[in-house]
């Protein structure tokens, strides 16, 4: 019991500045304390969820405090150090602690006046048990699809009904709306049953007769009945055992199915892999992994933090295993880290191989109630020891958190972008486990600067795992150069003769191609070929991206989309073409010329649907595709086993996007989608076309030398003064009359002239000024030396000052730290 509080400081979740003060009602005063969550009125009318950040009893000056409403938990949804977390976070990135509760907390776990709730789809009309007030709001649901909060309480006129509202929650009777329209879908997979009537051996036997003359059939139906004797459930295939491991024709079990020969149906696949596999979770390190494993555990003794340089291949993920074996066996927790993306069943169903119920995952493309769930068993005493998440995880309760690892640490996807907290997953890592004492460690076949740079200066320990697993080569580089293919007219289209070459050999060798392609739509934009008109989008500086499959040209900042322009309004000349190849036109020029084929594609428009994503792999993964064309979606780690070539259409574009880190990110993307090709038994092949095939960075990609383009690319981030020698803070400002935005960038420019140390550039309009409407004028710092926490809160200052002017109020002002 907490000691008599009269006051409590409430973080409410709104981007505004500090905590609010609420007077707690006298009946309260005994239970309020640290991270529970209470219902307060802020402004006019509006109810929120907010979290006790703080309790004390000196009343607030100038203003009298209103009372809490509600307090809605027995027990602490969040522990001190987490508020701790969110504060360091406010500091670091430039935010509001609101805008951290916001991103933190499942959206379950704070209810506000505009929640949305309707009547939970399983429940069946049980009314046993529950009361009054939970009756009369079950009512009020019953004739509506859903009601907000607000509306509930005025249709049972009352004024607190959080509490209530709550308790329907958990009981399932009720549910958050938007929970609805995403609903959890198991995953599933297709198995083959025997017909029942072919249980009669002479049937069987005709049937084997008939199947003479289709061999392939005849195969299959042997195949099955030798797989379905050393199957877990007898009787019973998976279509992957059937035909991705023992390489029978789809075609062929197609045709068994349609003569009712095999029964197809989907099952469920369980989350948890099945207990005979968790008892085999024992693995066997070859000796170079076994090196690099002493090798992180004597770093480990000294630093706090180490770098696992790994090429691909190089079996990251046991070594991972290992470790967190090793950390939990004395009762501690582990974070594992992924990009979003990377969270596949693939990597998700190893790790629980081997640490069965141990396992948490939490990522933001579970369900929210999913996520509350994760959340709550964190608080237990009993919470997972593991947990397998994206870069939200960071946000979870823990217990005695000892490691965390931050795999494929380059991707730019642990930077979260859009909305305020803009934080990078891997530096708030490194502040969390400064805060437990524990560990961190970073794994990349492509680390980013910055982190190899800390590793080199033994900031924090370096170790590299050089050698694939299982003794595969990395793949075989050729560079194709355009322009020779260009002179001598041999390519067509995107293709170049030497790919297109190297795509039959392959497909002829029964093996897969990927084509890496990073630009989505059709074409990069259509273009009149009379006087080079290009139909640009209406609300932002951008041309507009043809997509054939819809017919329409859209705009990939907004997506504001218009009907194909046939007549140019400028000429009026009707001789319009299309520039460029996007991933959609690859994809429909790939099947002209493999007819056989299966084509498909991979990229944010194909993989839309929750599912999508995971459907387009285990196709890959099932041999269902043949080729897989993709942006650079298809360079995340996956691993697949049949993969002979990979295809890089253009690396000019990568070589030549206008930002500092071009050159870095155009060798790691390189890299690892080459990184792709050649798995088990052979070699793989890569193409690059480029019509630069001596640029150094194609020659580091050629040669593996990750080392040679971390020197050539410091040597250019010093000249240029760019991280990891000085921090860089960009101030976006956003308003929709560019006059307004100019004068607000200007006056902002004055104010930070006084912080000392520090390169202010600009403000300048970026490369695409105006987005959404909005014209967009950037400052960008660059500041070294000590005491860089000072100046940032300098900067806030600076920044809200203009803010609050009367001119300002309307200008959005986004800061980013470490803008990557
Ligand atoms: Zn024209
Ligand atoms: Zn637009």
Redesign the pocket.
Same mark, same amino acid.
């Given at each position: 019991m907490s000691a008599l509080a009269l006051f409590v400081e409430v973080i409410l979740p709104l981007p505004l500045h500090g905590t609010f003060t609420y007077r707690v009602p006298r009946d309260l005063e005994h239970y309020v304390s640290l991270g529970k969550r209470v219902v307060v009125q802020f402004g006019r009318k509006k109810l929120y969820t907010g979290i006790i950040a703080e309790t004390h009893d000196s009343p607030p000056k100038g203003y009298q405090a209103k009372y809490i409403e509600e307090l809605l938990d027995d027990a602490p949804i969040v522990f001190e150090d987490q508020l701790g977390f969110w504060d360091w976070m406010r500091q670091y990135y430039l935010c509001h602690i609101g805008d951290c509760m916001q991103a933190a907390i499942p959206s379950g776990l704070k209810l506000s006046s505009e929640s949305r709730l309707a009547i939970h789809p399983n429940y069946a009309g049980e009314m046993d048990g529950l009361d009054e007030e939970q009756l009369d709001i079950l009512e009020a649901l019953q004739n509506n699809n859903f009601l907000t909060l607000d509306e509930i309480a005025k249709l049972i006129r009352k004024t607190h009904v959080h509490a209530v509202v709550r308790s329907l929650v958990e009981l399932q009777v009720v549910v958050q709306y938007e929970e609805l329209q995403h609903k959890f879908r198991p995953k599933t997979e297709t198995v083959y049953r025997m017909a029942e009537w072919l249980s009669d051996k002479e049937q069987l036997q005709e049937v084997f007769e008939a199947l003479n003359r289709a061999p392939k059939q005849l195969e299959a139906l042997m195949q099955f009945i030798q797989s379905s004797k050393t199957s877990k459930e007898k009787g019973v295939v998976k279509r992957q055992i059937l035909i991705a491991d023992n390489g029978i024709s789809a075609a062929a079990v197609d045709q068994l199915v349609k003569k009712e020969i095999l029964l197809k149906s989907e099952v469920e696949v369980t989350r948890l892999a099945d207990k005979d596999a968790w008892a085999q979770g024992d693995i066997e390190l070859t000796e170079h992994q076994q090196q690099t494993f002493d090798e992180l555990n004597a770093l480990f003794a000294e630093k706090d933090a180490a770098l696992l340089h790994g090429v691909t291949s190089s079996g990251k993920t046991e070594l991972y295993i290992k470790l967190i074996q090793q950390k939990i066996a004395d009762g501690g927790q582990v974070l594992y880290m992924l990009p979003e993306i990377a969270l596949t069943a693939q990597i998700i169903q190893r790790l629980q191989k081997h640490f069965g119920e141990k396992v948490g995952i939490y990522h933001s493309k579970m369900s929210d109630n999913e996520r509350v769930e994760v959340w709550k068993k964190q608080l237990s005493n009993e919470p997972y020891q593991v947990i397998l998440g994206a870069r939200s995880s960071l946000f979870l309760p823990f217990r005695k958190l000892e490691f965390i690892i931050l795999d494929e640490e380059h991707e730019h996807t642990f930077k979260q972008h859009d909305p305020a907290p803009r934080y990078h997953a891997r530096d708030a890592a490194a502040y969390l486990c400064k805060k437990w004492n524990a560990k961190l460690l970073l794994g990349s076949a492509t680390p980013s600067i910055e982190a190899y740079f800390n590793g080199k200066r033994e900031r924090i320990g370096l170790v590299h795992l050089t050698e694939r697993y299982g003794g595969i080569k990395l793949p075989h580089i050729e560079i194709c150069d355009l322009k020779l293919e260009r002179k001598a007219e041999t390519m067509k289209g995107p293709f170049s003769s030497q790919l297109l070459g190297r795509i039959k050999e392959t497909l002829d060798r029964n093996q897969q191609v990927i084509i890496f392609q990073n630009r989505r739509g059709y074409s990069s934009f259509v273009q009149c070929n009379s006087c080079g008109w290009v139909p640009d #989008?209406?609300?932002?500086d951008?041309s507009l991206t043809y997509h054939k499959y819809s017919q329409d040209v859209r #705009?990939h900042? #907004?997506?504001?989309s218009d009907k194909v322009p046939h007549v140019c309004p400028n000429c009026q000349s009707t001789y319009i073409k299309t520039k460029g190849f996007g991933t959609e036109q690859v994809e429909e020029e790939l099947a002209l010329h493999f007819p056989e084929a299966i084509v498909q594609r991979m990229d944010m428009d194909t993989t839309r649907g929750k599912h999508a994503y995971t459907r387009i792999i285990s196709d890959f993964e099932d041999r269902r595709i043949d080729i897989l064309v993709g942006t650079q979606m298809v360079t995340k780690g996956l691993d697949f086993d049949h993969v002979g070539l990979v295809g890089i259409l253009n690396a000019d574009q990568l070589l030549n996007y206008p930002d500092f880190r071009s050159f870095e990110r155009a060798y790691q993307l390189m890299a690892q989608v080459s990184g792709r090709a050649g798995r088990k038994g052979r070699r793989g092949l890569v193409v690059i076309q480029t019509s630069e095939p001596t640029h150094f960075i194609i020659e580091q990609v050629v040669r593996n030398d990750y080392e040679g383009m971390y020197q050539s690319e410091l040597v250019l981030r010093k000249q240029f003064r760019y991280p990891p020698f000085i921090r860089m803070i960009q101030i976006t400002m956003k308003h929709r009359d560019r006059e307004k935005v100019d004068a607000a960038a200007a006056v902002l420019a004055k104010e930070l002239e006084p912080i000392p140390d520090k390169l202010l550039l600009g403000p300048e309009f970026p490369l695409v000024q105006r987005?959404?409407n909005k014209y967009n004028k950037q400052i960008i710092l660059k500041m070294g030396g000590a005491n860089i926490k000072e100046r940032k809160v300098q900067i806030f200052k600076a920044i809200q000052r203009v803010h609050e002017m009367k001119d300002f109020r309307s200008v959005q002002f986004v800061p980013d730290v470490d803008p990557v």
């Amino acid at each position: 019991m907490s000691a008599l509080a009269l006051f409590v400081e409430v973080i409410l979740p709104l981007p505004l500045h500090g905590t609010f003060t609420y007077r707690v009602p006298r009946d309260l005063e005994h239970y309020v304390s640290l991270g529970k969550r209470v219902v307060v009125q802020f402004g006019r009318k509006k109810l929120y969820t907010g979290i006790i950040a703080e309790t004390h009893d000196s009343p607030p000056k100038g203003y009298q405090a209103k009372y809490i409403e509600e307090l809605l938990d027995d027990a602490p949804i969040v522990f001190e150090d987490q508020l701790g977390f969110w504060d360091w976070m406010r500091q670091y990135y430039l935010c509001h602690i609101g805008d951290c509760m916001q991103a933190a907390i499942p959206s379950g776990l704070k209810l506000s006046s505009e929640s949305r709730l309707a009547i939970h789809p399983n429940y069946a009309g049980e009314m046993d048990g529950l009361d009054e007030e939970q009756l009369d709001i079950l009512e009020a649901l019953q004739n509506n699809n859903f009601l907000t909060l607000d509306e509930i309480a005025k249709l049972i006129r009352k004024t607190h009904v959080h509490a209530v509202v709550r308790s329907l929650v958990e009981l399932q009777v009720v549910v958050q709306y938007e929970e609805l329209q995403h609903k959890f879908r198991p995953k599933t997979e297709t198995v083959y049953r025997m017909a029942e009537w072919l249980s009669d051996k002479e049937q069987l036997q005709e049937v084997f007769e008939a199947l003479n003359r289709a061999p392939k059939q005849l195969e299959a139906l042997m195949q099955f009945i030798q797989s379905s004797k050393t199957s877990k459930e007898k009787g019973v295939v998976k279509r992957q055992i059937l035909i991705a491991d023992n390489g029978i024709s789809a075609a062929a079990v197609d045709q068994l199915v349609k003569k009712e020969i095999l029964l197809k149906s989907e099952v469920e696949v369980t989350r948890l892999a099945d207990k005979d596999a968790w008892a085999q979770g024992d693995i066997e390190l070859t000796e170079h992994q076994q090196q690099t494993f002493d090798e992180l555990n004597a770093l480990f003794a000294e630093k706090d933090a180490a770098l696992l340089h790994g090429v691909t291949s190089s079996g990251k993920t046991e070594l991972y295993i290992k470790l967190i074996q090793q950390k939990i066996a004395d009762g501690g927790q582990v974070l594992y880290m992924l990009p979003e993306i990377a969270l596949t069943a693939q990597i998700i169903q190893r790790l629980q191989k081997h640490f069965g119920e141990k396992v948490g995952i939490y990522h933001s493309k579970m369900s929210d109630n999913e996520r509350v769930e994760v959340w709550k068993k964190q608080l237990s005493n009993e919470p997972y020891q593991v947990i397998l998440g994206a870069r939200s995880s960071l946000f979870l309760p823990f217990r005695k958190l000892e490691f965390i690892i931050l795999d494929e640490e380059h991707e730019h996807t642990f930077k979260q972008h859009d909305p305020a907290p803009r934080y990078h997953a891997r530096d708030a890592a490194a502040y969390l486990c400064k805060k437990w004492n524990a560990k961190l460690l970073l794994g990349s076949a492509t680390p980013s600067i910055e982190a190899y740079f800390n590793g080199k200066r033994e900031r924090i320990g370096l170790v590299h795992l050089t050698e694939r697993y299982g003794g595969i080569k990395l793949p075989h580089i050729e560079i194709c150069d355009l322009k020779l293919e260009r002179k001598a007219e041999t390519m067509k289209g995107p293709f170049s003769s030497q790919l297109l070459g190297r795509i039959k050999e392959t497909l002829d060798r029964n093996q897969q191609v990927i084509i890496f392609q990073n630009r989505r739509g059709y074409s990069s934009f259509v273009q009149c070929n009379s006087c080079g008109w290009v139909p640009d #989008c209406i609300n932002c500086d951008i041309s507009l991206t043809y997509h054939k499959y819809s017919q329409d040209v859209r #705009c990939h900042y #907004c997506g504001h989309s218009d009907k194909v322009p046939h007549v140019c309004p400028n000429c009026q000349s009707t001789y319009i073409k299309t520039k460029g190849f996007g991933t959609e036109q690859v994809e429909e020029e790939l099947a002209l010329h493999f007819p056989e084929a299966i084509v498909q594609r991979m990229d944010m428009d194909t993989t839309r649907g929750k599912h999508a994503y995971t459907r387009i792999i285990s196709d890959f993964e099932d041999r269902r595709i043949d080729i897989l064309v993709g942006t650079q979606m298809v360079t995340k780690g996956l691993d697949f086993d049949h993969v002979g070539l990979v295809g890089i259409l253009n690396a000019d574009q990568l070589l030549n996007y206008p930002d500092f880190r071009s050159f870095e990110r155009a060798y790691q993307l390189m890299a690892q989608v080459s990184g792709r090709a050649g798995r088990k038994g052979r070699r793989g092949l890569v193409v690059i076309q480029t019509s630069e095939p001596t640029h150094f960075i194609i020659e580091q990609v050629v040669r593996n030398d990750y080392e040679g383009m971390y020197q050539s690319e410091l040597v250019l981030r010093k000249q240029f003064r760019y991280p990891p020698f000085i921090r860089m803070i960009q101030i976006t400002m956003k308003h929709r009359d560019r006059e307004k935005v100019d004068a607000a960038a200007a006056v902002l420019a004055k104010e930070l002239e006084p912080i000392p140390d520090k390169l202010l550039l600009g403000p300048e309009f970026p490369l695409v000024q105006r987005i959404r409407n909005k014209y967009n004028k950037q400052i960008i710092l660059k500041m070294g030396g000590a005491n860089i926490k000072e100046r940032k809160v300098q900067i806030f200052k600076a920044i809200q000052r203009v803010h609050e002017m009367k001119d300002f109020r309307s200008v959005q002002f986004v800061p980013d730290v470490d803008p990557v």
